[in-house]
């Protein structure tokens, strides 16, 4: 039952309950009296007054004063019969609410203390039922901050130290070398081109690193722009494999295609859906372990989404890495002792890139060997055959 309509049902009984007790009482002084005077108070004072007036005047003024005394019972009766009437359905109405009320305020105090996995079981239907939930909903989105919050400065700390370790190793090289100029260590000619060539790939390493933490951090507020254009999914990775297979080879990964779909388009960045493929080859590359690595790229179509795979033949991640393999700035070179591997920035801002596409990225080790990354993008409706 509702507080209202236990509002509505007390408000009608604090009426009705002294109206019938008044009557009940009323009822029972009126049969008191004809016991104690054997009669009706009026046919009694009809017959006194017949008789002689001075001989039963003390007895009429008596009977008057006990029908006095009994209307003033009578009325106390009835201010006491409602007091109680009021006290009990008062009662019959708030045991009701004191007990969401105390089971609202003792969750606001667990949250308070720091409990967030606090939840009120409440199941009465009545208006407190909806508050409760609300509370509950609360409580978990609260949570669900406070982890994501807590996750942000532990990925921030992460960053900080992930950039101050890695632009550190660069920069202590440069001087190195720089100071190794200086100080006439490389006297021939082309010891010292070999300084300058070295000190120029450091400044690069730092360069594209920079530009990369720039690129993260643009995307991160939402101040990157995106140029969405339909595209044919197909035609796209095939000329992006066109246009780059060489430099792969060169760095020893083999790039195939196998199975891309024919005239299914999505809608995309041109430009930050090459960066996204570029990311994971590089991966690839560096991270193979071996002189001659291979890469395949296939893609799978259903009725709104097209997964592109990628599919190499290299050392794969280990199992417990596999979640943290977008995170920023993570290597699986956990001691980050090669720079040259990059700043773990890559993956990351893949996310990022087909995020602002619709799209999600993940990864898991194939069976066969090696490491499969899966793109999904919503296909434009009815962009298949």
């Known amino acids: 039952m509702t507080i209202k309509k236990r509002l509505f049902i ?10 019938i ?17 054997h009669g009706s108070l009026y046919d009694i004072i009809q017959q006194a007054e017949e008789l002689n007036k001075e001989q039963f005047g003390e007895s009429i003024e008596s009977m008057r004063a006990q029908i006095a005394m009994l209307a003033l019972l009578f009325m106390a009766g009835v201010v006491a019969i409602t007091y109680f009437t009021n006290r009990f359905l008062t009662k019959f109405v708030f045991r009701k609410i004191e007990q969401p009320l105390e089971m609202l305020s003792q969750g ?10 606090h939840r009120i079981e409440y199941d009465g239907p009545d208006e407190f039922q909806p508050v409760c939930e609300d509370f509950n909903d609360m409580a978990v989105r609260l949570k669900s901050s406070v982890e ?15 950039i101050s370790h890695d632009l550190r190793s660069p920069l202590t090289s440069i001087k190195a070398y720089v100071e190794g100029l200086i ?12 300084y300058l060539q070295t000190i120029k790939t450091k400044t690069d390493d730092i360069s594209k690193m920079v530009s990369q933490l720039f690129l993260f951090s643009k995307m991160d507020t939402g101040n990157y722009p995106v140029n969405l254009e339909t595209l044919d999914i197909g035609r796209e990775i095939t000329d992006f494999v066109n246009v780059t297979q060489e430099d792969y080879a060169a760095k020893g990964l083999t ?50 989404t097209v997964q592109i795979i990628f599919d190499d033949n290299g050392a794969g991640v280990q199992p417990d890495a596999l979640p943290k393999l977008f995170d920023v ?9 090669n720079p040259q591997q990059g700043s773990g920035l890559g993956l990351a801002i893949a996310v ?13 080790n194939r069976t066969e060997g090696g490491l499969r990354i899966v793109i999904k993008i919503p296909v434009r409706e009815g962009a298949t055959k």
């Open 10 to 19: 007390s408000n009608i009984l604090m009426i009705v309950i002294p109206i």
């Open 255 to 304: 790039v195939r295609l196998n199975e891309l779909p024919e005239a299914v388009t999505v809608t995309a960045d041109p430009v930050q859906i090459r960066s996204v493929f570029t990311n994971i080859l590089d991966n690839s590359a560096k991270y193979s372990g071996k002189a001659s690595a291979e890469a395949v790229i296939h893609c799978e179509v259903n009725a709104d």
């Open 148 to 162: 994501e919050t807590l996750k942000n400065e532990q990925s921030r700390k992460e960053l900080i130290a992930g």
């Open 21 to 37: 007790l008044a009557l009940f009482t009323m009822l029972i002084a009126y049969g008191v009296v004809n016991v104690m005077f």
């Open 108 to 117: 606001v105090r667990q949250i308070k203390n720091g409990n967030l996995d």
């Open 329 to 337: 700035f993570y290597r699986s070179d956990v001691s980050r002792n």
């Open 352 to 364: 990022k890139m087909l995020e602002r596409m619709n799209g999600s990225i993940y990864a898991k």
């Open 183 to 194: 100080d006439g260590v490389a006297v021939t000619p082309e010891a010292q081109r070999e």
